[in-house]
Structures are given as structure tokens and as C-alpha cells.
């Protein structure tokens, strides 16, 4: 998608279309001989991972709602109707319920990785906010999505969600009630809500299809980041995309494509939440209402502040530091291979989120630590929501302090003058192309 192009068209037809639609030049160039950096570790692999992902869903999501029925009264038989009567429907909406979660964790990975190495940082600022925006979209998508199929945790979890924006109402009495009805369409989570979450639904995969496009394009700009952050030099630093990653990929989406099968086939809903087989009731509350695994850490930042609007703000604002990430780290050293300081500080980030996730599906006054009993006999003590509030504390101060503060005052390792140097010092010179096996163990 940019730089010069190697593309020459062999046949009559090809120069035709080359000099009207240069479309096979585009796909040429940038899946084909498009110079990726030669040191690409496994984690570089999830990008095609969540491509993958992303056609798997609209693909189940089309079909599933041939079958499908959006209405209040009909929305949770419509499924079951799915899952007993429509060929191989069991299978499509297994799939398609287990390939949100697996997308999430390819997202994750994703994420963190770009963390890790510093693929955010200049020159590709925009392409990591498009990967944000990308995140928001699948958040949406995944939200309206589980609402669908009209079981309780559906309904509540609509009715937890969208009461969030009642708490503007502490900012100009009047206007939370005033958009929560609007988003509602009516005085409560009905039929007029099923309807747009359907509609939403259905339009958000094809967003996000779009703006995958985007990234992918200014991924191509500045060329891929790779393990040790130090920029490509010379044309000795690439190789091309096809064979070497093409089949890289390939190989790590067959491994990927492994472990979903295994949930779709074996654990199908090792993943779901038993109270969604039960039909939507207004009327009965269920004891627990937990979100999906992937929303856990921010259900758990949302209860651990006491006050409403604070709770949401604390839930946004995690999301919205993601934005801002590239414009925090103030550190000149891309990758944390040559930051041992910011190695610790980064495993102490990811095991604050899963510990947050641990949280999240807890009942806010579950016990932790407990120092004795009450006169019921049950144990008192540190509770999930106090013990949330130091991972969120970590979480914020992860951003705000240790971000900016670090890159100023560490002692980074001294980083190679090319990206094949550490592969040629460890003798890898006697590799052929692209092998790189020294430089991908060190992670
Ligand atoms: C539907 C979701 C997504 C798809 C299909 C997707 C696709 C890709 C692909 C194919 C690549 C190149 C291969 C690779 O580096 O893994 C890539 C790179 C990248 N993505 Fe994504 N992505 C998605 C979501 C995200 C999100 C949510 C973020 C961050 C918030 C993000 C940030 C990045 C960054 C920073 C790179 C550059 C990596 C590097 O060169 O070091 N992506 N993405």
C-alpha cells in the first residue's frame, strides 16, 4: 500500500486491469512482497489470528440470523429453535458464542504485545488508535450481541449496562434518565431495545471490518515494529511476507483454530453463564449478574468505587488511557527486551488486570482475607470490592506515573545497531533467510 511496487503483470489480462483497477498490484504488494522485519517472534501472529476471527463471526452472525428472530416474545425460542431444529445450527451459534471469547483473547495478546514492544510509539501513533477504536467497537458489538438471545444475564445485563448513563444525572439533574430512555426506546429494556441492539449488531462487524482496512494500511506505512523495536535499516533486515509469514501465520492460526475447536466441540459453554438458558424475567432479579469473562476487569474497576459516577468514570477512563498511551510513555527505547525496569513494572500491569478479572466475577462482598467472624458466623475481613481498589490504583498509576516517569529516569540495556545483529552474534548467519531462532527466544 505504499512504497515502490515490485508488481509486474505477467498476463494480458492482468496489464488490462493493472492500468484501470491496480487491485492485484495492491494485494501483491502488501500481502505478498510486502518486507516484513526478518525477527518476528509468534506474537507477531495474532494480527492474521483476529482477521481470521473477525470473518469466522460475520460468517456464523449472517447465517445465525437467517434463524433468528428480534423480537421480545419470540428472541430466546428463536435460539433454542436454532440449536434443536436448524441444520447444524447447534454448531453455528456454538461457534459463533465461542468465537467472541476467542477474539477477545486474540485481542488481548494482540494488545499486550503492542504494549510490550512498543508498537504504539512513533511513527505508528495512528495505527495503535485505530486498534483502539477497533477494541471500542468489538466491546459494543460484543455487549448487543450478548443481549440477543433474551436470557436473564441477557436482560440484566442490558439493564446493568445502559442504567450506567442514568449516572450523568449527577452532572445536570435529568439528563441521565432523559438518555437512558432514549436508549431504551421506551421506560424500560423491551422490545424496542432488542430491535437496536439487533440492528447495531448486525451494522458494527462491517465498522470494524472497515477500520481493520485502515489499520492494516497504516500498518504499511511505517512497516511493522518487531521484537527488538530497533527500526528496519536496510533490505537486509526483511525478507517478504509471502512464503516466510504467510506460512508463519498460517501455521499459528491452525494451532489457534486447534483450541477453538476444542471449546466448540468439547466445552461449549464452559465460557456461558448457566442463567442465560433461563428466559429474560423482568420480574425476578438474578442473585448474581456477572458480564462475560473479557468485560471482567472493568465490571470489577466499575464496583469498586463507591459512588456512581465515579465507578463509570473509572471504568471509561482505563479504556481511555489505551488512547493515550503513545503520548504518556516518554521512554526513547521501544521495546521492553531492552528495559529491564519496565519489564517488572509491565508483569505487575498484566497480573493487576487478571487479578481485576478474578474480582470481577466475585460477589463485591466476598471475603478475601478474613480476619474473624461476624454474629451470623460468616467471615469478615478484606472484601473483593477494597481489594479491587489497589489493582485499579496500579492500573491508573501503571499509565500516569509510571509511563512517563520511567522513560525519563531508567537505565535501558544497550540495543543493537540492526535487527539482524543479535541473530548474527549468536551464529545465525549459518541460518537461511529469515531464520531467527536465537533472537525469537528471548521474547
Ligand atoms: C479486529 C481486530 C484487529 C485486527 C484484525 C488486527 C489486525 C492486525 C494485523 C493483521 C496486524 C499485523 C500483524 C501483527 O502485527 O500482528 C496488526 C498490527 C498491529 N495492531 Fe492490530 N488488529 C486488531 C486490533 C488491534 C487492537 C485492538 C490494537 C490496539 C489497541 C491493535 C494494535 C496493533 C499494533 C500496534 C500493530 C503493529 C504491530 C507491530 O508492527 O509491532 N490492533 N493488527
Redesign the pocket.
Known sequence: MSGHSTYEPKTGIERWLDVRLPIIRMAYDSAIDYPTPKNLNYW?????I??VC?VIQILTGVVLAMHYVPNAGLAFNSVEAIMRDVNYGWMLRYIHANGASMFFLA?YV??AR?LY?G??KAP?EV??LL??V??LL?MATAFMGYVLPWGQMSYYGAVVITNLFSALDNVIPGVGTAVTTWLWGGFAVDNATLNRFFSLHYLLPFM?AGV?GL??WA?HVPG??NPTGVAVKSKQDTVPFHPYYTVKDGFAILAFLILFAWFVFFQPNALAHADNYVPANPLQTPAHIVPEWYFLPFYAMLRSVPNKLFGVVAMFGAIAM?FVVPWLDTSKVRSMRYRPAARIFFALFILSVLVLGWCGGKEPDDVVLAVGRDAAGDPTGLSVTVFSRFFVLYYYAYFLLVLPILGLREKPLPQPETISTPVLSHGGAALPAGGTAEASKKG
Open positions: 507477531w501472529t495474532f494480527g492474521g483476529l482477521a473477525l485481542v494482540h494488545m503492542g514492544y508498537s504504539y505508528r495505527l495503535w486498534g483502539c477497533i477494541y468489538m470494524i481493520v489499520h492494516i500498518l511493522n515494529n489505551l
